[in-house]
């Protein structure tokens, strides 16, 4: 169901006729990257929090605290995988690039960035399941989190260049996941972006020349590793705050001599 969404916005990645901005490429890739994000948290937000009884319970009996994160992940890559082949394969079979980058197939790297940030987007549930107290309290925070990596993602607002945002914008799985899927789809050269009229005026004052959508090799290993790195990121975050949930022990008092 998913995959149907982006599916339904008509267009494709080539560059116009009338040499006008294709703006159907860049509208296409934001829905996919926010429905990637929503289904790699929407995965993982109630995986730890759901468990806080048991997990103290086997923790105050030796369970190991690597043990326990170590197979929430391997479980939720596992399944986070499995969704996101159909859903990129719904979404872009047919009217992926034409020019592929480094793997010989433009529609496998885009599943490749759309594996990244939706595995990126796992862990990040995970820190949210890790942080709250309560079951209840984690779908206000899935959806703004989720609107929150739309505003990030560089697909509306620009965020190079953009003090601020740019830099906050940098621990975001879709600003990475959105830029790997652009730097494939060659978005800077079909969008038009810094481009000039002849008076002097931008062609498409809406987007900006980012150099991590650049078609080029190293733009979209950037943007793959950075996304890697967000996860890994948000795997610590996730061991650390977990640590609060362990089973408080008491000292014991010294015996009188």
């Known amino acids: 169901m998913l995959g149907l969404i982006p599916r339904a916005i008509p267009g494709g990645f080539g560059p116009s006729d ?9 509208t296409i890739l934001l829905v996919m990257v926010l429905c990637a994000c929503f289904m790699g948290m929407a995965n993982s937000v109630r995986e730890i929090v759901k468990e806080r009884a048991i997990y103290r319970r086997e923790r105050a009996i030796g369970l190991s605290r690597t043990a326990y994160i ?25 009217r992926q690039p034409d020019e592929a980058l480094v793997l010989g197939n433009s529609l496998v790297e885009c599943l490749l960035a759309v594996i990244v940030v939706s595995l990126s987007s796992a862990m990040l549930g995970l ?7 309560n079951a209840d309290k984690t779908m206000p925070l899935l959806v703004l989190i989720t609107m929150a990596q739309l505003v990030f993602s560089g697909g509306i607002l620009p965020m190079h260049g953009t003090p601020g945002l740019e830099q906050v ?36 004052s ?52």
């Open 18 to 26: 009338d040499g006008t901005p294709n703006s159907d490429a860049g």
């Open 70 to 94: 170590g197979s929430k992940i391997v479980v939720l890559a596992l399944i986070t995988m499995l969704q996101a082949i159909p859903f990129t394969l719904i979404g872009l079979v047919g």
């Open 127 to 133: 820190v949210i399941s890790a942080l709250v107290d």
């Open 169 to 204: 914008s940098l621990i975001a799985p879709a600003r990475w996941g959105y830029a790997a899927l652009s730097s494939v789809g060659d978005l800077n050269t079909i969008s038009l972006a810094g481009q000039h009229r002849p008076d002097g005026k931008l062609i498409n």
């Open 206 to 257: 809406k987007v900006v020349d980012d150099p991590f959508f650049d078609h080029t090799v190293q733009a979209y290993f950037t943007d793959i590793a950075a996304g890697v790195g967000i996860g890994v990121l948000c795997v610590i975050a996730t061991v650390l705050l977990i640590r609060r949930m362990d089973p408080k022990t008491a000292k014991r008092k010294p015996s009188p001599s």
